[in-house]
């Protein structure tokens, strides 16, 4: 993989299917490479495994390990602790400030809007 495309690989932590899709869809026409994933445990599984996308979206609420356990994981864990995080959620938005994260956006988002932020993040990381 070139950097390039190293440095626009998007992971969509979303337990919706049909969510997952279509971010991937969208994503993929603006130019991203996006890797999918079901919920944080997912995630982590695949970060640990040597993914390394460039930005993770995620969404809070998820069974198995839902986003805020996943993103208490990730920070532990140095190796991939600085990946910048979007939340993506329509539930618990008085929550999000919870989450260190670069941005939050509530479902349903526009689609420019989060392909906007993703690349205001890619390039002022």
């Known amino acids: 993989m070139s950097e390039s495309s190293t440095n626009r690989t998007v992971l969509v932590v979303d337990d919706d299917i049909g969510i997952r899709e279509l971010l991937t869809r969208s994503l993929s026409f603006e130019g ?14 695949q970060l640990r495994s040597g993914r390394r996308p460039s930005v993770i979206v995620l969404d809070l609420r998820m069974p198995v390990m ?34 260190d994260a670069v941005a939050a956006l509530e479902k349903p988002v526009s689609l420019s809007l989060l392909a906007d932020c993703l690349h205001r993040v890619l390039e002022h990381p």
């Open 32 to 45: 991203f490479d996006v890797i999918g994933a079901a919920n944080g445990l997912d995630a982590l599984t």
């Open 66 to 99: 839902d986003g805020w356990a996943f993103r208490i994981a990730q920070q532990a864990d140095p190796k991939i602790a600085r990946i910048p995080v979007v939340i993506l959620s329509g539930a618990d938005t008085h929550r999000f400030g919870e989450i």
